[in-house]
């Protein structure tokens, strides 16, 4: 099996291409650029499917979800996805993009078996607001006003149920938000203090989604669950915590600009990581003076051989 990984896409419509910043330059005003670029990468791959990790677009609204279902319904091979933070901003989004891609289903998370192997979705962006309450929709640049974003308690159910009804085949879960990290990372402001290793600082906890420990303390219980594939965070990274390795993609609306290929064999799986074609991109997108070039990841976040019988400790 050898399936691709993309994330943060950040689609906007076309005629709303305003560039905007986070680690470097998001370019969305090369849209229509990108959007063929990804798919003709991915179509000349030879990878069996494709998994997105969420954020397909950036504003979340309906002409921008319409223009990203229309995008990667143009792949060779089958494609799944989860939502993003981004992707849930107005009523009614999940069913529009459920239609838009085809799915039976308006609910984003469930489960696919591909070739034995099964892939659990979840949907880490519902909001919840101080009356205890959980929201579908989920206006990101008013997120300092919910409680938390992050999983519906209908999910946490879900998850228990889904592992216990099967105990034995290889799986993988994919979502949005990281549910682990490293100790620490770059701060992003300010820029000001320079080179990336002089800006580390301890992760914030509220980066993570809300009832995030409660799916990783449900995940540990299950040995088959192998690797857990994320993005929002734009970086590409890899952590070893209970057995599970967590793995983070990078954006591709900013620098570097990259997916991963995942080859999968009974006792391993190899990552690699891929740069979208397109050097004049990477250079529109990398601002120099912000020494923001550690989202590409140190070598062992890039490529990696992932054992499932004895790993190695790290």
């Known amino acids: 099996m050898r399936f691709a990984i993309i994330s943060d896409t950040h689609f906007v419509h076309p005629t709303d291409g305003t560039d905007g910043t986070l ?6 005003s090369r849209t229509e650029e990108l959007a063929n670029a990804i798919v003709d990468t991915l179509n000349e791959s030879k990878v069996d499917f494709v998994l997105h990790c969420g954020d397909l677009t950036h504003h979340g609204d309906l002409s921008s979800l319409e223009f990203a279902a229309n995008t990667f319904r143009r792949l060779h091979v089958p494609f799944f996805t989860v939502l993003g933070n981004h992707d849930v901003a ?10 838009k891609l085809g799915r039976a289903s308006r609910d984003f998370f469930y489960s ?11 949907d880490s962006n519902f909001a919840h607001v101080h009356d ?40 993988f879960v994919v979502v949005h938000h990281p549910l682990a990290s490293k100790p620490e990372y770059p701060r992003i402001s300010p820029r000001s203090l320079g080179p990336a290793e002089r800006r580390l600082a301890p992760v914030d906890r509220s980066l993570f989604p809300h009832l995030g ?27 070893l915590r209970g057995g599970i390795h967590y793995i983070q993609t990078a954006s591709l609306v900013e ?14 799986m190899d990552i690699s990581t891929h740069s979208l074609p397109g050097e004049h991109l990477r250079q529109q997108s990398l ?28």
């Open 23 to 28: 680690w470097n330059r998001q370019i969305f």
């Open 112 to 122: 696919e078996y591909i070739k034995g192997v099964r892939f659990i979705f979840l």
């Open 255 to 268: 620098y570097p600009l990259e997916y991963r290929v995942v080859e999968l064999s009974d006792d391993y």
């Open 287 to 314: 601002v120099v003076e912000w020494h923001n070039t550690w989202p590409r990841g140190e070598l062992f976040d890039r490529n990696r051989r992932v054992h499932f019988k004895e790993l190695p400790d790290e």
């Open 132 to 171: 205890e309450t959980e929201s579908e929709v989920m206006e990101w640049r008013k997120s300092k006003t919910y409680f938390g974003v992050g999983f519906s308690t209908q999910q946490l159910r879900y998850i228990e149920e889904e592992l216990h009804r099967d105990k034995g085949s290889t799986t």
């Open 90 to 99: 107005v009523s009614g989004a999940r069913d529009f993009i459920a239609n």
């Open 213 to 239: 420990k409660d799916v990783v303390d449900i995940l540990d219980k299950h040995s088959n669950v192998k690797a857990v594939f994320s993005g929002h965070w734009h970086i590409n990274d890899i952590v």
